[in-house]
């Protein structure tokens, strides 16, 4: 095992103490963490458990701490308006995730094309994020002005049968948001998959082409299948923005007309503050919590096993 | 990527490359360009013209309007008060929740202990729920602590709410830095504070203004805290809007809303101007995350 | 008394044992190499010694005081890092002299320092550069200079030329070679190649799997390896393994008699009963007309010798031969060897015999 040199005899040595500050050295880190997680971790956890007690509370214009068990649910399953933001969630995000990601990803690939003006373009398509939703929502709540907007431009050019109500159709109202939301986050989508695309490896897409293949079907079996983590990590970000969308439809349609155009996040915040019904508020963000969870948490959890 | 396509020929591929593409750039144009025109028109032109016609007489009365006198609700003094409102509230939020943010990221990455990958973990959670789980407690919260009409409220949701974003950037950005440079400082006899100031923060520019981008934009934008966590005296300019536009005065001016809205807007695109690169940085690494 | 004191240190991270009972004591003025292959455990050893890491038992001592759970800027030591280390926001000068700074060493003292450390390593020109716009070699020599600035009791390295290329290893190797004989500094210095363990160590401890398989001068290890492992490790190209039982003249393997002499047939005795590995240096196997014989199978030549890879019945045997050979592959030879030149070990424990 051991094959060492003559041992001289070991001499008693001194010890260097744990001092005070090694202790303190060890501990600082965690000292340091401590206060954010300690805050965010009750900002968000804490707050969400209250949350969820208000839900299970009669509170209505003010909080009563009365347990009232699911009553508030049945209230809100049985509410006709919770069910027309149901629907105009599935609508809207349906048709966001749907267009958000077929315009996004055809402007990377189109970009990807060694375009001169690549970068004019890309700040071009990207601009929109950096403005709030209700700068967006109110230059758009103009251009579809039913009467001066779109539809008096396509009357002048010559479309007069052209009608263009949507904002104020309650049918149809809700299709306006999604003008409005591809627009802003297309870009988004874009600058991701733009990312994406550059991440691969140059010397497969030359493999491909040695091998003859036109470059349509190159992007078909090849780089658009290697797309796929870009594709789930926006699919994500854009369902939970999606879900979220509550500054948008207040300055476009402001939930109307009438509550035609309401979602979740508008209906939670009308009934939590301006109807005065905080138990009814507090049940719908429950389910708004829920339904995020069941998409990001299985996102969360396999990004960080994977990490491991 | 390379195509074998060579850029000089006119071939069809091309051109239709590029239609496409300008169809899309006009598309993304327009409410820009909506809204400049409409603001510097007045309401006549607006009313004969149409929306994508230029302004025959440009003027910026729209604009002095919508910044000094315009009603937003029961007052009329347009959007002023809010842009002040904001800055006061984005300054102090935008560099407190950085600079804890690039501490927590330090922790997370160069001393790691047990449990921390879990706290990282539970943190993280906090960049994707919907705020509206928060916003009852919060605001009760608020009340209690006596700040619930002031900006300060404003801040500290701010700053809590945007830890969890600001933390990932930095952690994630210092992750890539190397271990042994820790090491090395802790050997020559720095210690966890000495090693941040000295050595992690001079390394950490780029992802420093990716973060003030990011939280600068975010929190100018946001809506939501806005009008429910503020009183009547520190309502950002984002509320400042929504009423402005959303009045139900006698006649709609359309031309002031269009100016108040790119008041409101102008900030942000600029930042994003200057400094976009650093902005699409934020957007990948917020969502793809490294 | 002993610069360096490692006394029964142990690491495990839950269920495995990455150092299983490491005991070692470094003379001053020492230049102990921890020389293993990647997961045998030097890494870790080093990190302990610098306190970067703890042990899960055990104790070290550096200089006579007991530092096991001293901080690392407590234990006075210096370490060379394999990608050196350098802070990329200071020149060279402020990072020679960053560890003074941390201990409140006043500025005309540093200076100083900065001064007699640089004019030792040559790197005087560089003090105003930045480390990003130095090359390979000179960053190595800053990351030697920052350690040399604090006079440190130790010095630890960390495989720092895994990261140049071949020809510049060679320099570097013989400039810390240099360096410590004039410094005079006890040397901790963690490789993975045998080379640089066998030309820069007083003494080589090799490692493998958390324990120490042999420590001793470059000349026992060679000549003298106490394991099977320590045997195929040192030495390129590698010894000749060949296996065999015990037999009425000595030694047999694969039906042919191998000539032990009395002291080897001393020590191995009746016992081995489950064989004896004979190990043979490629440089004791020579090419000649009598003997074992075998067809050549390679023929690598090196410049100033010829390695020369024979099948034989025995198996594959490796010749190292001066200069150029005539042979080429298919050609029949004959090998032949000294008795004395044969190292033996128990075929069960791999430990040696004789």
Redesign the interface.
Known sequence: MNTTTATPLRAASTAVPISMATRLSEWMPKLVLAPSFLLAFFFIYGLMAWNGYLSLSASRLLPNYEFVGLQQYATLWESDRWWVALKNLGIYGGLFLFFGMAIGLLLAILLDQKIRAEGVLRTVYLYPMALSFIVTGTAWKWILNPGLGLEKVMHEWGWTSFGFDWLINPDRAIYTVVIAGVWQSAGFVMALFLAGLRGIDDSILKAAQIDGASLPRIYWRIIIPSLRPVFFSTLMVLSHLAIKSFDLVMALTAGGPGYATDMPATFMYTMAFSRGQIGLGAASATIMLATVAAIVVPYLYSELRAKK | ?????T?NRLDWHRLA??S??LV??A??????Y??LT?SLKDMAQ??DG???SLPTAPSFAAWDKAWSHACTGIDCGGLKPFFMNSVLMVIPAVLISTL?GA??GY??SK?R?KG??L?F??????V???????????S?ILGWMGIASSVWGLVLVHV??G??ST?LFFRNYYVGL?D??V????????????IFWR?VL??STPITVVTLIWQF?NI?????YG??FSGAGSKPV?VG??NL??TTSSVKE?NV??A??MI??LP??F???VA?KY??RG??AG???G | MGALSIRNVRRSYGNVDILKGIDIEVEAGDFLILVGPSGCGKSTLLNIIAGLDKPTEGEIHIGGRDVTHALPKDRDIAMVFQSYALYPNMNVAQNISFGLEMRNVPKPERDAAIQRVSKMLQIEHLLDRKPGQLSGGQRQRVAMGRALARNPTLFLFDEPLSNLDAKLRVEMRAEIKHLHNKAQVTTVYVTHDQVEAMTLGDHIAVMKGGLIEQLGSPDEIYSRPATRFVAEFIGSPAMNIVNGQRAANGFASHGIDLTLNDEQRALVGNGHAEGILYGLRPEAVLLSDAGLPGTVSLVEPTGPETYVLVDTPIGKMMARVPGKVHQVVGDNVHLHWSANEAHLFDAKTERRVS
Do not use: C
């Open positions: 990527m390379n195509t074998a396509v850029p490359l590029w496409v593409l899309f750039a598309f993304f144009l327009l409410p820009m909506v809204m409409t607006i009313r149409n929306l994508l804890l501490i927590n922790v997370l001393w202990f921390s990958e706290m973990a539970l943190m993280l959670f906090g994707f729920m919907p705020m509206q789980v928060v916003l009852l407690p919060m009760q809590v709410a830890l969890p933390t190397p042994e440079l090491k090395a400082a802790m050997l020559d006899g720095a210690g966890f504070w000495r050595i001079p390394l934009t100018w934008n946001d809506f939501l009008i429910v984002t809007l929504n536009a959303n359309y809303d269009m108040a809205a409101a807007g942000t695109l930042v994003y101007i976009g902005f699409v957007l990948t969502a793809v995350k």
